[in-house]
């Protein structure tokens, strides 16, 4: 709905591309960073649960970081398979979700 507004309003399909690329990534790292951030608490309370199954347990800062990376990786895939939909919508469809 976001880009038939857009599309209405006369952006074209490159911006239309970044506004929803740029959301998209926003999202994904959004999830991202507070999953990382809870995971560490959630990492300390297992590991003094089942500390003598696991004698080592620590989220390592490459883990972290591959996490990250990966919500990433995951918000542009998600803005490429949705960009092409909407930059086709016409843009009758925006203006009459306008009022």
Excluded: H, K, N, W
């Excluded at 089942?50 to 490459?62: A, H, I, K, N, Y």
Aim: glycine share 16%; hydrophobic share 60%; with cysteine.
């Amino acid at each position: 709905m976001v880009a038939a507004r857009g599309r209405a309003l006369g952006f074209g399909p490159v911006r239309i591309v970044g506004l929803i690329l740029g959301e998209s990534l926003a999202i994904a790292l959004l999830g991202g960073v507070l999953g990382v951030l809870l995971c560490y608490p959630a990492a300390a309370v297992f590991a003094a649960e089942v500390g003598t199954l696991f004698p080592v347990f620590e989220v390592s800062d490459e883990t972290a970081g591959l996490a990250i990376g990966c919500a990433a990786a995951v918000g542009v895939l998600a803005a490429l398979l949705a960009a092409p939909q909407a930059v086709r919508v016409p843009i009758v469809v925006g203006l009459r979700g306008m009022g």
